[in-house]
């Protein structure tokens, strides 16, 4: 698929400008809406990393032995009677949204399993996650006694404006928590500030991002 490497390629010239380097930034593949064989194309020209954001959609269409190294992300809401099929089904849930959905994933797991804590940057209904930073790192603070559950760090979800200056705003608020977070839970080692989609990567990465998530770009327009 020609469309991962003209990604990379944007991805690079992103991180040049913003004097970053491009191994420092993941790349995952949206695979929402798409059938499972274009998630196997991808994964046959290297891609490795794939985000879903629905709990039953990913249990249609993924089969339990996935080729080696593949992983898969929850990036949507998780109701929690559907917690603990969640934690069967990915590898990693980057939408942990409260301390509540932390503590009922927490209560079904017996092995260290990685989320990230999402912020709410915009007021949109449609949108989930921590209200505002004292209540996510009061959830952090919580969370990191737990036995289980690891939090290597945060995402967000840019606001739906064209508006250049909004996004970065939205941005440079996650990443500014971002720091924060690693100053005071250091032996946490949080790594992970996603933040960018297809058409605000670019913004994203120049405010710090290290985890792009990109859908239609790579896939095409959804249906
Ligand atoms: C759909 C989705 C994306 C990808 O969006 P595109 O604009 O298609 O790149 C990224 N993150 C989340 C949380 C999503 O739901």
Not at 18 to 23: A, E, P, V
Not at 71 to 80: C, T
Not at 105 to 113: I, Q, V
């Given at each position: 698929m020609a469309a991962l490497s003209l990604i990379r390629r944007e991805l690079e010239e992103a991180a040049g400008r913003?004097?970053?380097?491009?191994?420092d930034i993941s790349l995952m593949a949206v695979s929402k809406t798409q059938p499972y064989e274009r998630l196997l194309d991808l994964y046959d020209e290297g891609q490795l990393l794939f985000g879903e954001n629905r709990v039953q959609e990913a249990a249609d269409k993924l089969p339990d032995d996935r080729p080696e190294g593949m992983?898969?992300?929850?990036?949507?809401?998780?109701?929690?009677n559907k917690a603990k099929r969640a934690l069967t089904l990915f590898d990693q849930i980057d939408s942990v949204d409260s301390l509540r959905l932390a503590q009922i994933?927490?209560?079904?797991?017996?092995?260290?399993?990685p989320i990230l804590l999402q912020l709410k940057t915009s007021d949109e209904a449609s949108k989930h996650g921590f209200a505002d930073e004292d209540?996510?790192?009061?959830?952090?603070?919580?969370?990191s006694s737990f036995r289980c559950l690891t939090v290597k760090g945060i995402m967000s979800i840019g606001p739906l404006t064209s508006?250049?200056?909004v996004t970065r705003k939205a941005?440079?608020?996650?990443?500014?928590?971002?720091?924060?977070?690693?100053?005071?839970?250091?032996?946490?080692?949080?790594?992970?500030l996603s933040m960018g989609m297809s058409g605000d990567f670019a913004l994203a990465i120049a405010?710090?991002?290290?985890?792009?998530?990109?859908g239609t770009r790579m896939f095409g327009a959804r249906t």
């Open positions: 913003s004097g970053r380097l491009i191994d992983k898969v992300h929850l990036i949507g809401h998780l109701q929690s994933l927490e209560k079904h797991l017996d092995r260290p399993y209540e996510l790192l009061f959830a952090l603070e919580a969370i508006e250049e200056f941005f440079e608020q996650t990443r500014n928590l971002y720091h924060r977070a690693q100053e005071l839970f250091p032996e946490l080692n949080l790594d992970t405010e710090g991002s290290t985890m792009v998530r990109i």
